[in-house]
């Protein structure tokens, strides 16, 4: 064996060079690899004993795509394009032999093999438009040529890989082999036997000469993703790429056509954002005094209070996973709707084809309902997910302590109350815990973990552990009103009722915000979660704009009004009712209406966001601020191709968010925009919420 680079060895081994490449964890396309790929297949051309090589990876994976640590940075080493050219017009055939996850940069390499083999279990797939790029290494070229157009531009713009068999059905791979390393080599000796040709895909035509002349496949394409990837702009790029393959008169035109897009993706903004957020939701699984290597609790049943519209979508996601669950309501009516909206929501899911009917009857199987919260004494984790009211949850608290056996966890998914006063009820505080899902909890993918004061480190890992058991994103939060996700919410919801006071409408602030990348504004998002949330009609006195609403019976798009009109399909409309009823709060609050135009609006939300989240990380209530981008990318759809509000922040500059603060602080002389301490000094040191640490 000999050493290549510091990332791959080299074997020879009758007749077949294996040239092994070593980057823990994923192989990346880092330096030593491309060096690696580069100088392992000029030794072995010039070497002839060898007739034949096979590219191979130690580790759990085949080149799962460049080092994304390395974009931005200074490039050492070989060029990709340099080494996958080398790799592309070797004399002598390379074949490739996949295991794990062949992505990006790494299917890119495996498409100037020759041939391509793979274990049953390997993925294949271009992801980088979910880092707000293109594959820029000829994968637009290469892949569609290989697969046809059509799959091609699904996996382009989707990033959504395939899997073995499907890449054998589409030609992307030659076979699929048992003994990856033994397959691959007789496959290697087979084909030199053969006297097989040196398949190089930038030669092969023919799939893209079937797509020529039907702009029909790009059209469908664009209007199928439309609503998903309003705003950005990778997929979009990804679609010319495979485009300019089938229209550009050569393989080097279309090369030329995906360098330059791509070029143009890498120094944007909004890879930028998704780059950095692909570090922030792994950085955010890293608890500092929780070490990797701490003990946790096997998670075999879970019991969860309340079979609600929470307490249903927080089972949904647990029954995914295999795990049985007991769910307890206190009266038999509710327990059986709650069971039957559970049916119902898997019974969907199957018709849409994402799931079978065997997998609806296998999770509904492992699901029991129960009156008697006495059922949940063996459970090993238990969920309370009951309606947000401290003396009700102390209540339940004070039951499960008694009931559930001992080493249990015992979690709150309240949203807002305090944690440490619930853990209370216990005489075993360090058991509990907040897992604060959002709504729809089987649909969105962020679970913020609440530490009381008193949660042991067992209870925080495995609670970490099992959200990613159950697919979900985790951010560790600490106690407070709101915690991270929702106190910064209370932030934009309160400037959002100002500026409709000050002079604007509901829906001229919803649609500044669903322009920016919101998936809705404040004021559709509160039709749509009911006016009534949290509103009590014998307390109700007019006081508010939402008094007033929910008085009319406007209690938002399940009545067919609140703060807009809604026809039969939901769809709104501004109320001139609604707008009368905010020109009298404005006379009544004495404010002179004005006109505010987009950008104040905008400004006006987001900037008392980022200052909140400047003062839950002073007061360490959010590790680090990419947790909060966490927290509000993956709770409230902050458009990851913004970073989430800090990063947001960070790439508007400090400075200019607290002279903006103040500016505001003038206009309206409210309080509320005093800059937090921690913003301004990191302001005055020309830093960033990405300098922090606590
Ligand atoms: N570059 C650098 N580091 C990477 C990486 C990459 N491409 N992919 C993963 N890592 C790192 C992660 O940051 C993580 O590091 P820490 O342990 O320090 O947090 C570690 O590898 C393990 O990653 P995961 O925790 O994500 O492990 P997993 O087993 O859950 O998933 C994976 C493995 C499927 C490969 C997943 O990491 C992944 O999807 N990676 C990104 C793949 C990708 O996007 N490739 C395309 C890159 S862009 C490109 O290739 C452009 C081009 O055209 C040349």
């Known amino acids: 064996m000999v050493a290549v680079s510091t990332m791959a060895d080299l074997t020879v081994e009758d007749g077949v060079a294996i040239l092994t490449i070593n980057n823990p964890p994923v192989n990346a396309l880092s330096g030593g690899v491309r060096a690696g790929l580069t100088e392992g297949v000029a030794m072995a051309?010039?070497?002839?004993?060898?007739?034949?090589?096979?590219?191979?990876?130690?580790?759990?994976?085949?080149?799962?795509?460049?080092?994304?640590?390395?974009?931005g940075g200074k490039p050492t080493g070989p060029s990709l394009q340099d080494a996958l050219t080398a790799m592309e017009n070797c004399t002598k055939p390379i074949v490739a032999a996949i295991h794990g996850t062949a992505l990006g940069g790494g299917l890119e390499t495996a498409l100037v093999c020759h041939y391509r083999v793979a274990d049953s279990k390997a993925r294949f797939g271009l992801p980088e438009v979910n880092l707000g790029l293109l594959p820029g290494a000829g994968g637009t070229q290469r892949l569609p040529r290989v697969v046809g157009v059509e799959k091609a531009l699904q996996m382009v713009t989707s990033g959504v890989p395939i899997g073995s068999t499907e890449a054998l059905a589409s030609g992307l791979i030659s076979e699929i082999v048992d003994d990856l390393r033994g397959g691959a080599i007789a496959f290697a000796k087979k084909v030199v036997a053969e006297g097989r040709p040196l398949v190089r895909i930038r030669d092969q035509n023919e799939k893209i000469e079937e797509a020529k002349g039907k702009p029909e496949l790009f059209a469908a394409i664009r209007k199928s993703i439309a609503r998903k990837?309003?705003?950005?702009?990778?997929?979009?790029?990804n679609i010319r790429c495979v485009e300019a393959a089938v229209n550009s008169a050569t393989f080097d035109e279309g090369l030329k056509t995906e360098g330059k897009l791509f070029m143009e993706l890498m120094t944007g903004e909004q890879s930028a954002a998704q780059r950095y957020f692909f570090f922030a939701e792994r950085q955010a699984t890293k608890i500092p005094d929780v070490p990797k290597d701490t003990a946790e609790i096997d998670i075999k049943k879970v019991g969860v209070i309340g079979a609600g519209t929470m307490g249903g979508g927080i089972s949904m996601n647990i029954l995914n996973v295999g795990v049985p669950v007991t769910i307890v309501e206190t009266k038999q009516e509710a327990l059986d709707r709650g069971l039957g909206v559970i049916r119902k929501n898997y019974e969907n899911t199957a018709k849409k084809g994402r799931i079978s009917q065997q997998d609806v009857e296998d999770r509904?199987?492992?699901?029991?309902?129960?009156?008697?919260?006495?059922?949940?004494?063996?459970?090993?984790?238990?969920?309370?997910?009951v309606f947000e009211n401290m003396d009700v949850k102390k209540d339940i608290f004070g039951k499960l302590d008694k009931i559930v056996k001992q080493g249990s966890i015992l979690a709150s998914n309240t949203s807002?109350?305090?944690?440490?006063?619930?853990?209370?009820?216990?005489?075993?505080?360090?058991?509990?815990?907040?897992?604060?899902?959002?709504?729809?909890?089987?649909?969105?993918k962020l679970l913020e973990i609440v530490r009381g004061d008193h949660s042991s480190k067992e209870v925080i890992k495995t609670s970490?552990?099992?959200?990613?058991?159950?697919?979900?994103?985790?951010?560790?939060?600490?106690?407070?009103?709101?915690?991270?996700?929702?106190?910064?919410?209370?932030?934009?919801?309160y400037q959002a009722q100002q500026l409709i006071?000050?002079?604007?409408?509901?829906?001229?602030?919803?649609?500044?915000?669903?322009?920016?990348?919101?998936?809705?504004?404040?004021?559709?998002?509160?039709?749509?979660?009911?006016?009534?949330?949290?509103?009590?009609?014998?307390?109700?006195n007019g006081e508010t704009i939402?008094?007033?609403?929910?008085?009319?019976?406007?209690?938002?798009?399940?009545?067919?009004?609140?703060?807009?009109?809604?026809?039969?399909?939901?769809?709104?409309?501004?109320?001139?009712?609604?707008?009368?009823?905010?020109?009298?709060?404005?006379?009544?609050?004495?404010?002179?209406?004005?006109?505010?135009?987009?950008?104040?609006?905008?400004?006006?939300?987001?900037?008392?966001?980022?200052?909140?989240?400047?003062?839950?990380?002073?007061?360490?209530?959010?590790?680090?601020?990419?947790?909060?981008?966490?927290?509000?990318?993956?709770?409230?759809?902050?458009?990851?191709?913004?970073?989430?509000?800090?990063?947001?922040?960070?790439?508007?500059?400090?400075?200019?968010?607290?002279?903006?603060?103040?500016?505001?602080?003038?206009?309206?002389?409210?309080?509320?925009?005093?800059?937090?301490?921690?913003?301004?000094?990191?302001?005055?040191?020309g830093k960033g919420f990405k300098d922090f640490a606590a």
């Open 45 to 71: 051309t010039a070497d002839d004993s060898v007739s034949s090589i096979v590219l191979i990876c130690d580790g759990r994976t085949f080149i799962a795509g460049a080092d994304i640590t390395e974009f």
């Open 546 to 685: 939402r008094d007033r609403l929910c008085e009319a019976g406007r209690r938002g798009q399940k009545t067919g009004a609140g703060y807009y009109d809604y026809d039969e399909n939901r769809i709104p409309t501004p109320s001139a009712d609604v707008e009368k009823i905010i020109m009298e709060f404005s006379e009544k609050s004495q404010k002179i209406r004005r006109d505010i135009d987009d950008e104040e609006i905008l400004a006006r939300c987001i900037f008392p966001m980022i200052n909140e989240g400047a003062k839950i990380l002073d007061e360490g209530i959010a590790i680090r601020s990419s947790d909060v981008d966490v927290v509000w990318v993956y709770g409230y759809g902050w458009p990851i191709y913004r970073g989430g509000p800090m990063h947001y922040a960070d790439s508007i500059g400090l400075d200019k968010v607290v002279a903006k603060m103040r500016e505001f602080g003038e206009i309206t002389g409210d309080p509320v925009w005093e800059p937090a301490p921690l913003l301004v000094r990191l302001a005055e040191e």
């Open 229 to 237: 990837t309003r705003g950005f702009k990778a997929p979009e790029f």
């Open 416 to 444: 807002a109350l305090d944690l440490n006063e619930i853990a209370t009820a216990t005489t075993r505080p360090e058991s509990v815990i907040g897992l604060h899902f959002f709504s729809p909890a089987n649909v969105m």
């Open 364 to 385: 509904m199987a492992l699901l029991t309902g129960t009156l008697n919260i006495e059922d949940l004494a063996d459970c090993d984790l238990v969920i309370e997910a």
């Open 464 to 493: 970490m552990s099992f959200a990613k058991k159950i697919g979900k994103a985790a951010a560790l939060v600490g106690v407070c009103p709101g915690f991270v996700g929702n106190r910064i919410l209370a932030q934009r919801q």
């Open 501 to 540: 006071l000050e002079g604007a409408l509901p829906h001229e602030v919803d649609k500044v915000l669903f322009d920016f990348g919101m998936p809705m504004g404040p004021y559709q998002m509160s039709d749509l979660a009911g006016l009534d949330l949290g509103w009590d009609a014998d307390k109700s």
